[in-house]
């Protein structure tokens, strides 16, 4: 999950998502969870699109000499890296804002979607585009369907709505889906069986338990799991609005000096959790006379000290 700017486009760090619109699209969506997908299409459209334009009018200005499938693969490329950096450092570790970080990649995923169909010539700023990402997105079967849906939206949000944790659990549930975390469509666009839904589900499951223990082993999975969504959804892209199938060009994450570096902080990540927990019969620790209270202690302050590092470490990267 390299944080680097590639040097093929110039100005890349103004197609991040802020975090305030990742959070402002997170709070409508809690406003009205039953509407996610539709609401997230419209916001994408209104905040997304015009970012589209601008990137592809600078893309257009700073490399004239690029044909359309060159500016395709560039742009592509681009998206899935940001995706894959914007997805998982806007929440960073913490679990807490793992639904901030959701928001973040749906975003930049759209605003790929939306660049793709610029190059098309077609207009970003246009409602018929969210019917085209809900479609993308598999949330529909057709932009009909799809366009229906989101004209049926409420003009203003159900304001009984809850934001409590059951709210917060269907929102990032259903993002999970929109992302293909958990189900999402194999090559081919052949359907997951159940069995396979369900392994990704205790996958996720599993990442999460560690993650309350090794926070940063959530970053290398999220950055991987990114990855190939955006892959998925730009081939869809391109198949819709370019006749093209497959986005090339694309370097193989094995080849990104970030991705190394992701794994290794995981690893260390686990490795100082673990020997703190090790530490703690070697020594006879014991709180209240409890030597399970030493242990979940351990685990805390594993957690927290790894947290609040990657954290200051990535302030001062930032200043």
Not at 55 to 70: N, T
Not at 79 to 105: D, H, K, N, Q, Y
Request: hydrophobic fraction near 50%.
């Amino acid at each position: 999950m390299s944080e680097h700017r590639s040097p093929d486009l110039p100005g890349e760090e103004l197609d991040r998502v802020p975090p305030a619109l990742a959070r402002s699209l997170l709070r409508g969506m809690l406003a009205d969870p039953r509407h996610l997908p539709e609401l997230l299409a419209a916001f994408a459209v209104r905040n997304m699109g015009p970012r589209a334009a601008t990137a592809v009018a600078r893309l257009r200005a700073q490399r004239p000499d690029l044909d359309r499938e060159q500016q395709r693969i560039l742009l592509t490329s681009r998206g899935i890296r940001i995706t894959t950096t914007e997805g998982a450092f806007v929440g960073g570790p913490s679990m807490l804002l793992i639904p901030v970080a959701f928001c973040a990649a749906l975003l930049v995923q759209a605003q790929l979607v939306l660049e793709l169909a610029v190059l098309a010539g077609l207009d970003p700023t246009e409602p018929e585009r969210g019917a085209e990402l809900l479609v993308l997105q598999t949330a529909y079967a057709d932009t009909g369907a799809a366009r229906e849906a989101m004209n049926a939206l409420p003009a203003v949000a159900d304001d009984r709505a809850r934001h409590g944790p059951a709210a917060v659990w269907a929102v990032c549930r259903r993002m999970a889906h929109l992302l293909g975390l958990v189900s999402p469509l194999q090559e081919g666009e052949r359907r997951p069986s159940r069995l396979e839904r369900a392994g990704r589900w205790a996958l996720l499951g599993a990442v999460l338990c560690v993650g309350m223990a090794a926070p940063l082993v959530w970053l290398p999975y999220l950055g991987a799991s990114y990855r190939s969504s955006t892959i998925r959804i730009a081939r869809r892209a391109g198949r819709r609005y370019l006749d093209s199938a497959e986005p090339s060009g694309i370097e193989p994450a094995r080849t990104d000096p970030g991705v190394v570096a992701a794994l290794l902080r995981a690893l260390l990540s686990v490795l100082f959790t673990l020997g703190l927990l090790l530490l703690v019969p070697l020594v006879d620790l014991r709180i209240a006379g409890s030597r399970g209270a030493a242990l979940v202690l351990a685990v805390v302050l594993g957690s927290t000290t790894a947290t609040l590092l990657w954290y200051r470490r990535r302030r001062r990267r930032h200043r």
